[in-house]
């Protein structure tokens, strides 16, 4: 048997708060796959926070890979230059999406944060990725939100389609 001792505080909570609303830049630091509460597949995205009040800090936002949310994981690969092969669309219209978690470790990526409230608490929404390489000072576009995501583009040819998506300036 092993034997455990430990001195037992009160519960003071976890001492998360969520991160003020406004664009911030981050730094990926590493991606799992893993499951949902609700036993969903998601890629788990830990960052550093790089500016603003919090710098230092780290933080994590998901990203669902169920088919119908590939457009989110998607934006944050084109915003980044990350490529990716789609390959050929199922009978419903959902294509294969692949691509080396590894690139995204230690890139540095701009986001929106909201705050919403979830099951009772504040959290953060990381919305509008982008280089911050290619964001210029009093960017007005930086610190609005993503815009609503729009109707799938055609499928590709079988076999799959190379993707290295560029910043349009």
């Not at 001195?7 to 893993?34: D, H, K």
């Not at 960052?47 to 934006?75: A, F, H, V």
């Not at 990725?129 to 576009?141: C, M, N, W």
């Amino acid at each position: 048997m092993v034997q455990i001792n430990f001195r037992a505080g009160e519960n003071t909570g976890s001492g998360w708060e969520p991160l003020p609303e406004g664009t911030c830049i981050f730094e990926i630091q590493s991606v799992e796959v893993g499951a949902s509460n609700a036993g969903n597949p998601q890629l788990e995205v830990s960052m550093l926070i790089c500016d603003g009040p919090r710098e230092g800090g780290t933080t994590k936002t998901w990203y669902s890979l169920l088919p119908q949310s590939g457009w989110n994981l998607r934006g944050l690969l084109d915003a980044l230059g990350i490529e990716y092969v789609v390959g050929a669309a199922d009978g419903e219209g959902r294509e294969d999406l692949s691509f080396d978690g590894d690139h995204l470790i230690g890139r540095r990526v701009e986001f929106y944060v909201a705050q919403r409230s979830w099951n009772g608490k504040i959290n953060n929404d990381f919305k509008n990725p982008r280089d911050p390489e290619y964001v210029e000072e009093g960017d007005a576009a930086a610190a609005a939100p993503a815009p609503a995501p729009q109707a799938a583009a055609p499928a590709p040819a079988a076999g799959g389609n190379r993707r290295r998506p560029r910043p349009q300036r």
